[in-house]
């Protein structure tokens, strides 16, 4: 059962920088495999991030986080990671890793809380 985990969540201040990752387990199929990053902000619906194609050439933002989070993946360690950078108060979310399986649907893993607070 393909597993996906979230880390490197936190409390930050407007204008500083957070690095999430996510580890898939028991995938075999990750390499092939598009992955997404959504957000879920406080009483408000989840929301798309980003996503990164199977090999990595092609990245997706939503347009509140084009030009200050960086998506990239590492195949051989099946890792995905999520630069963010100048984050603001509206970034404030929970932070999901996915990915949709044939057959099975999405996947997502437990989250990872990301406060951005003066």
């Known amino acids: 059962q393909v597993q996906l985990m979230e880390s490197g969540g936190g409390l930050v201040r407007p204008g500083e920088s957070l690095r999430l990752s996510c580890e898939a387990t028991a995938f075999a199929d990750f390499s092939l495999s598009s992955m997404t990053w959504y957000r879920q902000p406080p009483e408000k619906a989840r929301e798309f991030v980003a996503q990164i194609s199977p090999n990595g050439g092609t990245t997706f933002y939503g347009d509140s986080v084009k030009g200050r989070f960086t998506i990239s993946r590492d195949n051989s360690k099946k890792l995905v990671s999520l630069q963010m950078s100048n984050l603001k108060l509206e970034d404030t979310a929970v932070y999901y890793c996915?990915?949709?399986?044939?057959?099975?649907?999405?996947?997502w893993g437990q989250g990872t809380q990301v406060t951005v607070s003066s």
């Open positions: 996915n990915t949709f399986l044939e057959g099975i649907g999405n996947q």
